[in-house]
């Protein structure tokens, strides 16, 4: 089991919503990996000098690449879902059964997640 960040879960992890670090203690208390998509940071990066907390955050999470290997099983994700937001199929990509995936996007992760035949626990983020 892994807990998979989307874009919206950094940004309320930068504005310390609580959910997201009792969750992120939680995690790591249990040594359950914290997994991301370069897609996802690509979202909420803007300068490294005033995101020190999201810089220290990545540094512990496995941040996957949208690469030439993930892009046609992403492309495969949206297309069977008839939507095109690739971060949101990213995620969903480098999710297992099982996985848990912390989300400000609930609607739409699990529409992916059904689509793409995973069996994930959507934990929804209030903005």
Do not use: Y
């Amino acid at each position: 089991m892994a807990l998979i960040l989307d874009a919206g879960a950094l940004i309320e992890f930068e504005s310390s919503n609580p959910v997201v670090l009792a969750l992120l203690s939680d995690a790591h208390d249990r040594s359950v990996p914290v997994k991301t998509t370069s897609g996802a940071t690509a979202q909420v990066w803007r300068d490294r000098a005033k995101q020190l907390q999201l810089t220290l955050l990545l540094r512990g999470v496995d941040e996957q690449p949208i690469d030439t290997e993930s892009s046609p099983r992403i492309g495969s994700i949206l297309a069977a879902a008839s939507v095109t937001d690739i971060v949101d199929g990213s995620l969903i990509e480098i999710a297992s059964d099982g996985d848990e995936i912390l989300t400000t996007d609930p609607d739409d992760i699990v529409h992916l997640a059904s689509v793409a035949g995973r069996r994930l626990v959507i934990i929804p983020l209030s903005t």
